[in-house]
């Protein structure tokens, strides 16, 4: 079973920056399309970007457009979220989520249940 493990959470003032880290093992992270997903107490996870496995398909949630950046590199496991520009509506939990991608250049896009496998989430606060 592939395991996602989220790192680079924190505090973060508004207008600062976080970079997110969602490294993959034991299988090899090409296999599978990458979703980044956030969560507030009480609401629905939100997904806010998508990269295809070889990086053809990019999207992201109209919420981030423009201050938000997904990357992959393959070669060592890892899907990134570069986060720009951040706002307190912008803290959450965030997700990495992972789905086999048999082939097809396009991600899975926002929907939750699109994806089989999930890291266990890393806190981004953002306050001054």
């Known amino acids: 079973q592939l395991q996602l493990v989220e790192s680079g959470g924190g505090l973060v003032q508004p207008g600062g920056s976080l970079r997110l880290s969602c490294v993959a093992s034991p299988f090899a992270l090409a296999d599978y399309s990458i979703g980044w997903f956030r969560q507030v107490p009480g609401k629905e996870r939100e997904g806010i970007g998508c990269i295809s496995s070889w990086s053809n398909d990019i999207q992201y949630a109209e919420s981030v457009k423009g201050r938000f950046t997904v990357a992959r590199d393959n070669e060592r496991n890892t899907a990134y979220l570069q986060m720009n520009g951040l706002k307190p509506e912008d803290a959450a939990v965030y997700y990495c989520?992972?789905?086999?991608?048999?082939?097809?250049?396009?991600?899975?896009?926002?929907?939750?249940?699109?994806?089989?496998?999930w890291g266990q989430g890393t806190q981004v606060t953002v306050s001054s």
């Open positions: 989520a992972a789905e086999r991608s048999y082939g097809s250049s396009e991600c899975p896009g926002f929907t939750a249940s699109a994806y089989h496998y």
